[in-house]
């Protein structure tokens, strides 16, 4: 049986890995679908030896310090793809973690193809050569970024963003914001949980005391209790957790949302709403970051617009009091809110259109058949 192996290390990459999966499906309905994922790509019919929630980390310290465990999962993940013998390996993301994958199925003559690869036009331009060398081909779901990888002798072929499909936006541009909801994405790892909502808390109780009818909701990651999110909420001030059915209908009822940099930020970017981004990491990994990237801003939205239509709160500036003036100053501006419309309007043209997994899925088809 014809059988691709996914490896994937995060939710983002579960999520965008499943749209292809679910295209994937329609078309070669006889190839096996296994590897590392998360809810997502389990519920498209991918069989999950190994799950994303094994590696919920980032950043230079955040890896050492749960280096052990890593290489563990390493070392089974290589048992695993010898038993299963995959015709071809897809990476997805998390390059630190899948680049071990690569060099595994180099040793056992497995061809390898990256989806959504490392961002190395940004940081870390050295790791070229190593994609180059144990990469068959990269698909990438960022038009500015084909360019570069052609310039080195990188077979990529864009496909468009499957975020795109996903957020659905002609699905769900009729529905409006709801006055003084505050939507509130603050990631999908404990290290982002545990710097970040403290932070939107302390947010929370400065803007209550100018806007008393605002009310904050929070839209919870799968792989978070709701206790354990409360435990970091630090105010008297309402938290409401949502699980809500259609994630990005939701999204579109928010005013604005406040979220950790990630995927999640693209995708309240082209369901239209208007995002303050933070973010922060440990000190050593910031500093290690911030000498060697390379590109103005962190948040993709920005990235592919060339400009800043998302506000970034990195690092130290990433508290409460500098988060809440930024939503107050929204708040209280006529038009503020409706001018970042407008840029992620403009976003969403740049960005493809829905059928980048099925370009995708049937891309992969053909490297199988060859």
């Not at 080195?152 to 996903?166: A, K, Q, R």
């Not at 790892?189 to 970040?196: G, H, V």
């Not at 400065?206 to 999110?229: C, S, T, V, W």
Request: proline letters at 6%.
């Amino acid at each position: 049986m014809t059988k691709i192996w996914i490896n994937t290390g995060e939710l983002s990459g579960d999520i965008q890995s499943a749209t292809f999966v679910e295209e994937f499906k329609k078309i070669a309905p006889h190839v096996e679908v296994v590897g590392m994922g998360g809810p997502h790509l389990e519920q498209a019919g991918m069989r999950c030896l190994y799950r994303i929630e094994d590696l919920s980390v980032m950043g230079f310290a955040e890896v050492i310090a749960v280096l052990p465990k890593i290489i563990r999962l390493l070392l089974k993940i290589r048992k695993s793809l010898t038993e299963e013998r995959p015709n071809l390996i897809l990476l997805t993301d998390a390059p630190d973690f899948n680049f071990f994958i690569a060099r595994m199925a180099k040793k056992l003559n497995i061809p390898v193809v990256y989806f959504i690869p490392p961002k190395v036009w940004a940081w870390r331009s050295g790791r070229v050569k190593f994609l180059r060398k144990f990469v068959e081909k990269i698909y990438s779901i960022l038009p500015f970024e084909v360019a570069f990888y052609k310039k080195h002798n990188i077979d990529v072929e864009y496909i468009g963003n499957p975020i795109v499909s996903l957020v659905n936006y002609p699905a769900i541009a009729h529905i409006n914001p709801e006055q003084g909801r505050i939507g509130l994405m603050p990631g999908s790892r404990k290290k982002e949980i545990e710097s970040l909502l403290p932070e939107f808390a302390r947010s929370a109780e400065i803007l209550k005391k100018q806007f008393p009818h605002l009310e904050f909701h929070l839209m919870r990651a799968p792989n978070f209790e709701e206790d354990y999110l409360r435990s970091h909420w630090h105010s008297s001030v309402p938290l409401h957790i949502e699980n809500p059915q259609n994630r990005y209908a939701f999204m579109r009822s928010c005013e604005c949302i406040i979220a950790a940099s990630g995927t999640a930020v693209l995708e309240s970017a082209l369901a239209g709403v208007p995002t303050l981004v933070a973010y922060k990491l440990s000190p050593l990994s910031y500093a290690i970051g911030k000498k060697f990237v390379k590109v103005e801003w962190i948040s993709l939205p920005n990235l592919i617009m060339q400009k800043e239509i998302f506000p970034e709160c990195i690092q130290n500036a990433a508290r409460g009091e500098n988060l809440a003036c930024i939503v107050q100053s929204w708040l209280l501006s006529e038009n503020a809110l409706d001018l970042i419309r407008e840029d992620c309007s403009q976003l969403r043209a740049l960005c493809g259109d829905e059928h980048g997994a099925r370009r995708f899925a049937l891309s992969i088809c053909k490297y199988l058949q060859n």
